[in-house]
């Protein structure tokens, strides 16, 4: 069966913290307002690294760490062109009641105007967004991180087929049927 660029699962691998901010950045020439990005993974696995990542491709010199405690922190940044994109970067390892994030103002974020990054993503499942890239960091060795990426969602195919014909961001087609 013929199997379309758009619903492939990619692979990309890291051998180290610089590696894994590399492709983050490669992944900054593509986003756009209201894009969301799962990163799922264990403990240590490098989520906050690729945000990290992320923010300093946008321009935003701040210290970015895990905001663990406040759910959420939002940075102004700047996209590929130099036109003003919000950073919000959420973690929701520490969140008890998913409905605590109405509270935070979770989904108007995520439809706002900037491009949203969310730690442990899948915990909640009524949190799903409807559409978004989904990127899970295995650990394999002390500096070495497999990513396994695929899109949930019209918008998230394209950013997905966008982004995996960047030479930078080395994103290889898995040949694995169920990665996840
Ligand atoms: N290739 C790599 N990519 C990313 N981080 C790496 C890599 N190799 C080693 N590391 C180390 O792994 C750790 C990743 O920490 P980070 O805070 O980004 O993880 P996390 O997935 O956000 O964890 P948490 O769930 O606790 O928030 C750091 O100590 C970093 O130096
Ligand atoms: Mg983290």
Redesign the pocket.
């Known amino acids: 069966m013929h199997i379309m660029d758009s619903e492939r699962t990619y692979i990309a691998h890291?051998?180290?913290?610089?590696?894994?901010?590399r492709l983050a950045a490669s992944l900054v020439r593509y986003v756009q307002a209201q894009d969301v990005v799962l990163?799922d993974?264990?403990?240590?696995?490098?989520?906050?690294?690729?945000?990290?990542g992320i923010a300093h491709a946008m321009g935003i010199h701040d210290e970015v760490t895990?905001p663990?405690f406040t759910i959420l922190l939002s940075y102004p940044g700047i996209d590929h062109n130099g036109a003003s994109l919000t950073l919000n970067h959420f973690?929701l390892?520490r969140l008890d009641d998913p409905a605590d994030l109405d509270d935070i103002g979770y989904w108007e974020t995520l439809e706002g105007p900037g491009v949203s990054f969310i730690?442990?993503g899948h915990k909640f499942a009524s949190c799903l967004p409807f559409d978004y890239l989904d990127i899970s960091?295995d650990?394999i060795g002390?500096?070495?991180?497999v990513f396994t990426i695929c899109a949930c969602g019209d918008r998230a195919r394209r950013l997905l087929a966008a982004w995996a014909q960047d030479e930078e961001a080395r994103l290889t087609p898995s040949t694995s049927k169920n990665v996840r």
């Open positions: 890291s051998h180290s913290v610089e590696d894994t901010q990163l993974g264990d403990l240590g696995a490098g989520k906050t690294h690729f945000v990290q895990s663990t973690d390892y730690e442990w960091i650990v002390e500096d070495d991180r």
